[in-house]
């Protein structure tokens, strides 16, 4: 039967799996990035619109959805440490993400668009690039973990368990 709860749970779903699942594939494509430096450009672009036309937008949805379950099924917030531990994380992972990660690779983007094109030199990239890549990647092994943190909150419910 359909009612808000289940619109709210498909939407909230559906918007985490699209989100955040992109994202796990990222430390592939920099790998191929490192493997074939002549494809940066691409590479880090394909992840820079991935981030900023779906990642981001609908990290927005997340939490909207939720509110919207939270309120479906009258949870007592403050009683539900799980979840307001996993807002906490969320709201400083999406913080994280929107004014730090996609503005590093943005800047990563740019950088790498300016490069002369051809192959990079033979000392490797320029120090820019490096500083700029190894901090993409910090930043990405925080944003995943607080991913697979939230899910697993979302999912066990550590003190006290939903039934709808």
Do not use: C
């Not at 191929?32 to 991935?50: R, S």
């Amino acid at each position: 039967m359909w009612n808000w709860f289940t619109f709210f749970l498909i939407v909230h779903i559906l918007a985490v799996l699209v989100a955040f699942g992109p994202s796990f594939g990222y430390p592939i494509i920099g790998a191929l990035i490192a493997k074939h430096p002549q494809h940066a450009v691409f590479g880090t672009e394909v992840i820079e619109t991935i981030a900023t036309r779906m990642t981001i937008p609908l990290a927005v949805v997340v939490p909207l959805s939720g509110t919207g379950l939270i309120y479906n099924v009258h949870i007592d917030l403050w009683h539900s440490e799980w979840l307001v531990i996993s807002i906490v994380l969320y709201t400083a992972m999406f913080i994280y993400g929107v004014f730090v990660q996609t503005r590093t690779g943005a800047k990563l983007l740019h950088v790498l668009q300016s490069m002369p094109p051809g192959p990079p030199s033979e000392g490797g990239p320029p120090p820019e690039v490096a500083a700029l890549s190894r901090k993409l990647r910090l930043g990405g092994m925080y944003l995943t973990l607080s991913v697979v943190v939230i899910m697993v909150l979302m999912i066990w419910r550590p003190g006290g368990a939903i039934t709808h």
